[in-house]
């Protein structure tokens, strides 16, 4: 007998008290006014089988315990559906410019509060141990996706440059080529692209580098060839295409802080009840649903793993 | 150019059903193509019907400048049409947000029309054209009397600054897609601004033997 275990029952699964007392007339409403949506839905169903573009396959990749066992999203879906401003602020602007993304030669270069600053050649980082993390994705937009990353922990780096006491944040700098990013040339966002995490936050298993999607190299638009994961945030701060990471004492301002300040917070953590000035963050959409039918869960799900990161935090102030 | 009322209604006939083409791939792509409506979509619904309403309330908009500037006099027949489908587009978008986005959790849905700013002007912009889309009919006209009838269909000029509001507000960062047609608008809505203006001079009695401007539904 095949016995779940409680924590892969995720809050969002269980159906709502309110859902579950009105559902003859929830049925009802969904049959008169949702034929369109529950007919898509199926024929998307119909053709689950993967596709990928064929990139080069990773080896070596080991599974991890740490991977959700939920129903992946499409390869197509996670590859045709991103936000990767550099390439324009259309969804589909990433898959369609992202191929002139110059990814060879590649490295990152590690400084700042560390007693080995150093650069690694992109070559050496697809060298690490190789493992699959099955993550979900929640986008600040009220979307979400289950991806197969393939990367290692980002602690591996930190362990290699040894960070000094002074080290309090890490600092993540994307890439910047004006020649191949058809949407720098508007100020959209004040380029490079930075992001940050606390060094708690940044040395936790979870947060991964992921050089790889589906068991293959990264494609471009999903941030080849290095990018980060942090599964309990929303996406915005998984920068993509990283060629600099700092340790610094002083928290780095984050470039959708620069850009908006009153929406876009430091940590920004998956929480529902933190309200976002655009949108609701109650319920989200996994990709490809037409109904935003899932109740969004503290920390994504991973509360039981970093709750305790933000012990006696605000999380309202702090958001 | 003139036309026949004969090629006014021929026209009218392709009009109405070009100006359904866009709910058809819509529905065929939920139906049939999902690829057509790619990861997101409802998104897609939502977005595609939000940009429908926008042209439509733009190009019932720019019936009047384009008959007065090119005399196509005719062109006024098709302004009830383009309104109506304004409307029907708008009544696609705000249901797709319902049942889609809040999965008819009403009390998520005004939590929602209440704090969002963009949502508050686009939810009163779309209010604002249910008596429009009710009195569009020539015996509503007849029956509240044409004067009342031109001031109350003035409410276009309210509903749509707050459609394109609406949609600037929505824009996480690049505002490019709106800002054009606040431009369209601002054309739209300045003809009729200069005009006025220049109507009221004549009235002034600057030009005692002037030609006699009369007056015209500008609506």
């Known amino acids: ?103 060879r030669p590649w490295s990152i270069v590690v400084e700042g509060e560390v007693a080995k600053p150093r650069s690694f050649a992109i070559e050496e980082l697809l060298n690490f141990p190789l493992e699959e993390r099955i993550y979900r994705l929640r986008c600040v937009e009220a979307w979400s996706m289950v991806i197969p990353w393939v990367g290692f922990e980002f602690n591996r ?19 910047y080529q004006p020649e191949t990013m058809p949407g720098v040339r508007l100020p959209v966002l004040d380029w490079p692209y930075t992001e940050g995490l606390r060094i708690d936050e940044a040395m936790h298993p979870l947060t991964l580098l992921a050089v790889g999607l589906y068991g293959e190299m990264l494609p471009n638009q999903n ?49 529902p009840a933190v309200d976002h000035p655009r949108w609701s963050q109650k319920r989200e959409r996994r990709i490809p649903d037409f109904f935003a039918r899932r109740e969004t869960v503290l920390f994504n799900g991973y509360g039981d793993q970093v709750a305790s990161l933000y012990a006696g935090m605000d999380l309202k102030k702090f958001f | 150019m003139s036309l026949s009322p004969k090629s006014v209604s021929a026209l009218k006939a392709i009009v109405f059903v070009f100006a359904l083409v866009p709910l058809a791939r819509l529905a065929a792509g939920a139906l049939f193509f999902p690829d057509w409506l790619g990861a997101n979509p409802a998104e897609f619904i939502t977005r595609s019907t939000g940009d429908w309403t926008l042209r439509f309330l733009l190009a019932a908009l720019a019936v009047t400048p384009l008959r007065k500037l ?5 062109l006024l027949r098709f302004r009830r049409m383009l309104g109506l489908y304004a409307f029907f587009y708008a009544v696609i978008h705000l249901s797709s947000y319902v049942s889609f986005d809040h999965v008819f959790e009403l009390a998520e849905i005004l939590a929602d029309i209440v704090k969002r700013p963009f949502i508050t002007v686009g939810f009163t912009a779309l209010v604002l054209m249910i008596p429009l889309a009710v009195t569009s009919t020539d015996k509503m006209v007849r029956r509240i009397g044409a004067k009342q009838w031109l001031s109350l269909h003035r409410l276009v000029y309210v509903i749509a600054p707050l459609g394109v509001l609406h949609f600037w507000w929505m824009v996480k960062k690049d505002v490019t897609e709106p800002a054009i047609y606040a431009a369209v608008l601002a054309v739209l809505l300045g003809y009729r601004l200069v005009a006025k203006l220049a109507r009221r001079r004549h009235r002034a009695g600057r030009l005692p033997h002037g030609p006699a401007v009369e007056p015209r539904p500008n609506a």
Do not use: C
């Open chain 1, 1 to 103: 007998m095949l016995i779940r275990r409680p924590s892969d029952i995720l809050p969002s699964e269980i159906t709502p008290r309110r859902f579950y007392e009105r559902r003859r007339e929830l049925m009802k409403l969904a049959a008169a006014g949702s034929i369109l949506g529950a007919a898509g839905v199926l024929a998307r169903s119909a053709r689950a089988q993967e596709k990928t573009l064929g990139l080069q396959k990773l080896e070596n990749v080991a599974k991890s315990p740490l991977s959700t066992k939920e129903p992946l999203t499409a390869y197509k879906h996670v590859t045709s559906y991103n936000n990767y401003y550099e390439f324009g602020t259309e969804k589909e602007a990433p898959e369609v410019y992202g191929k002139r993304l110059k990814v």
């Open chain 1, 157 to 175: 780096i930190a362990k290699l440059v040894e960070p000094t006491a002074n080290a309090k944040f890490v600092e993540f700098v994307t890439a």
């Open chain 1, 223 to 271: 941030g080849a060839p290095i990018r980060l994961v942090v599964p309990w945030k929303y996406g915005f701060k998984s920068g993509k295409s990283i060629v600099r990471i700092r340790f610094v004492e002083k928290q780095p301002k984050t470039a959708w802080e620069r850009a908006n300040p009153n929406e876009y917070g430091f940590y920004s953590n998956v929480n």
């Open chain 2, 70 to 74: 090119l005399g196509w006099h005719w």
